[in-house]
C-alpha cells in the first residue's frame, strides 16, 4: 500500500514538474518579425530597427533590440539584406538567440532616412551671398555649375557659405557651402560663378593730342566690365581735368592713369616737411626737394638738420614721407 502511494506521489510530481517547465520555456519564448523593407536613421541600425520582437521578457527583448547589424546607408540610400547576411550579422554578436520564432523575408530592403536639399536653391542662396558681399555693385552674376540636389540626415539644416579665393572677376569665383545638420557638418558642396562687375568709366570721347590737357568735351562716361581691364581706370571726373595725356588717343579708349601725365606739385629746390612712421609715432622734419615730383611719385630729399639724402614718396603738395 506504501509502495502504491509512493508512486502516485512521484507520478504527480513529475507532472508538474513537465507542466512548471512548460510555461516557464512558454513565458520565455520570443517572436522576431523583420519587415520586408524599414527606414532607419543614425550611424548604424539594429535589430530592433528592422524587426519587430514580441514576447513576455522584456530585458531579453531590450537586449536583442540593441544588436547592430551594420552601418546606415547614406541618407537616401537603400541596402538589400538576405537571410545569410543576416544570420553572419547575428552569429558576430554573440547574443543568446534560442527559444525564439522567426519570420524573415528571404529579402529585405533597408533605407536611411533622408531630406532632399534642391540644388537650385544652394545656387540661389550663393548668388545671393556674393551680392551681399559686393554690397550693392552693378554686377552680373552667372552659375557655371549643374548642382544636383543633396540628400541629408533629418535634422535643422544650416549653410555656412565662404569664398576660398575670393572673388574674381577675370576667372570663375569659387563658393564654398558647407552643409550642416542638427549642428554637425555633413557636406560641404562647391559651386562656380563667373562675376561681371561694370563701372561708369571714362572714356575718351573724341582724338586728343599727345601733351593736350584734359578737358570735359574730351571725356565721357560709359557702363564698362572692370573685370576685363588693367587697373588704373578713371570714375571721377574732378581726378581728370587739368591732366594732360603722353601721347596722341583716338576716340572710345578707356583712359588709363598710365595714358596721363600727373601734375607735378613739389619743384625741384622746394622746402618740404619729410615725415616717418616709426610704430604708432610720426615723426617730421625739414627738408629740401632734389627733384620735381607728382602725386604718389617717389623723389629724393635732403634733411636740412642732417644733410642726409633720402628717397621719399610725395603724400601731397609739401609733404614728403620716408621709411625708416
Not at 508538474?16 to 541600425?45: M, P, R
Not at 552659375?143 to 557659405?161: A, R
Not at 617717389?298 to 601731397?316: A, E, L
Given at each position: 500500500m506504501k509502495n502504491?502511494?509512493y508512486?502516485?506521489?512521484?507520478?504527480i510530481?513529475?507532472?508538474?514538474?513537465?507542466?512548471f517547465?512548460?510555461?516557464?520555456v512558454n513565458?520565455q519564448?520570443?517572436t522576431?518579425?523583420v519587415?520586408?523593407?524599414?527606414q532607419?536613421?543614425?550611424?548604424?541600425f539594429?535589430?530592433g530597427?528592422?524587426?519587430?520582437?514580441?514576447?513576455?521578457d522584456s530585458?531579453?527583448?531590450?537586449?536583442l533590440?540593441q544588436i547592430?547589424?551594420?552601418?546606415?546607408?547614406l541618407?537616401?540610400?537603400?541596402?538589400i539584406?538576405t537571410?545569410?547576411l543576416l544570420n553572419?550579422r547575428?552569429s558576430?554578436a554573440?547574443?543568446d538567440?534560442?527559444?525564439?520564432?522567426?519570420q524573415?523575408p528571404?529579402q529585405?530592403?533597408?533605407?536611411?532616412?533622408?531630406q532632399?536639399?534642391?540644388?537650385?536653391?544652394?545656387v540661389?542662396?550663393?548668388?545671393?551671398?556674393?551680392?551681399?558681399k559686393l554690397?550693392?555693385?552693378?554686377?552680373l552674376?552667372?552659375?557655371l555649375s549643374?548642382?544636383?540636389?543633396i540628400?541629408?540626415p533629418?535634422g535643422t539644416?544650416?549653410?555656412n557659405?565662404?569664398?576660398?579665393y575670393?572673388i574674381?572677376?577675370n576667372s570663375?569665383?569659387?563658393v564654398s557651402?558647407?552643409v550642416?545638420v542638427?549642428?554637425r557638418?555633413?557636406?560641404?558642396a562647391?559651386?562656380?560663378?563667373?562675376?561681371?562687375k561694370?563701372?561708369?568709366v571714362a572714356v575718351?570721347?573724341?582724338?586728343i593730342?599727345?601733351?593736350?590737357t584734359i578737358?570735359p568735351?574730351?571725356?565721357?562716361f560709359e557702363?564698362?566690365?572692370?573685370?576685363?581691364?588693367?587697373?588704373?581706370?578713371?570714375?571721377?571726373?574732378?581726378?581728370?581735368?587739368?591732366?594732360?595725356v603722353?601721347r596722341q588717343?583716338?576716340?572710345?579708349l578707356v583712359?588709363n592713369?598710365?595714358?596721363?601725365?600727373?601734375?607735378?606739385?613739389?619743384?625741384?629746390?622746394?622746402?618740404v616737411?619729410?615725415?616717418a612712421k616709426?610704430?604708432?609715432?610720426e615723426?617730421?622734419?625739414?627738408?629740401?626737394a632734389?627733384?620735381?615730383g607728382?602725386?604718389g611719385q617717389?623723389?629724393?630729399?635732403?634733411?636740412?638738420?642732417?644733410?642726409?639724402?633720402?628717397?621719399g614718396?610725395?603724400?601731397?603738395?609739401?609733404t614728403v614721407?620716408?621709411q625708416?
Amino acid at each position: 500500500m506504501k509502495n502504491n502511494l509512493y508512486r502516485l506521489t512521484m507520478v504527480i510530481l513529475c507532472v508538474a514538474g513537465i507542466l512548471f517547465t512548460v510555461s516557464t520555456v512558454n513565458a520565455q519564448a520570443l517572436t522576431i518579425v523583420v519587415a520586408a523593407e524599414s527606414q532607419v536613421k543614425g550611424s548604424y541600425f539594429t535589430l530592433g530597427d528592422i524587426a519587430s520582437i514580441s514576447g513576455d521578457d522584456s530585458n531579453r527583448i531590450a537586449e536583442l533590440s540593441q544588436i547592430k547589424l551594420g552601418s546606415t546607408p547614406l541618407p537616401g540610400r537603400s541596402y538589400i539584406f538576405t537571410v545569410e547576411l543576416l544570420n553572419t550579422r547575428l552569429s558576430a554578436a554573440n547574443a543568446d538567440l534560442t527559444n525564439i520564432a522567426w519570420q524573415v523575408p528571404q529579402q529585405f530592403k533597408v533605407t536611411a532616412l533622408s531630406q532632399q536639399i534642391d540644388g537650385q536653391r544652394l545656387v540661389a542662396d550663393a548668388e545671393k551671398f556674393l551680392k551681399n558681399k559686393l554690397n550693392g555693385s552693378d554686377v552680373l552674376i552667372t552659375s557655371l555649375s549643374q548642382p544636383q540636389d543633396i540628400f541629408v540626415p533629418p535634422g535643422t539644416v544650416d549653410f555656412n557659405l565662404e569664398l576660398p579665393y575670393g572673388i574674381r572677376y577675370n576667372s570663375p569665383t569659387n563658393v564654398s557651402i558647407g552643409v550642416q545638420v542638427s549642428g554637425r557638418m555633413f557636406t560641404i558642396a562647391k559651386l562656380r560663378f563667373d562675376v561681371k562687375k561694370y563701372e561708369q568709366v571714362a572714356v575718351t570721347s573724341r582724338p586728343i593730342a599727345a601733351n593736350e590737357t584734359i578737358t570735359p568735351d574730351a571725356i565721357i562716361f560709359e557702363r564698362r566690365d572692370i573685370g576685363r581691364m588693367p587697373p588704373g581706370y578713371f570714375t571721377d571726373l574732378n581726378k581728370i581735368l587739368g591732366l594732360t595725356v603722353k601721347r596722341q588717343l583716338g576716340p572710345g579708349l578707356v583712359l588709363n592713369d598710365s595714358m596721363v601725365a600727373k601734375p607735378i606739385v613739389i619743384k625741384r629746390g622746394q622746402a618740404v616737411n619729410i615725415t616717418a612712421k616709426v610704430g604708432d609715432i610720426e615723426v617730421s622734419t625739414s627738408g629740401v626737394a632734389l627733384q620735381n615730383g607728382s602725386i604718389g611719385q617717389f623723389i629724393r630729399v635732403q634733411n636740412i638738420n642732417s644733410k642726409k639724402v633720402v628717397n621719399g614718396r610725395i603724400i601731397d603738395e609739401s609733404t614728403v614721407q620716408t621709411q625708416i
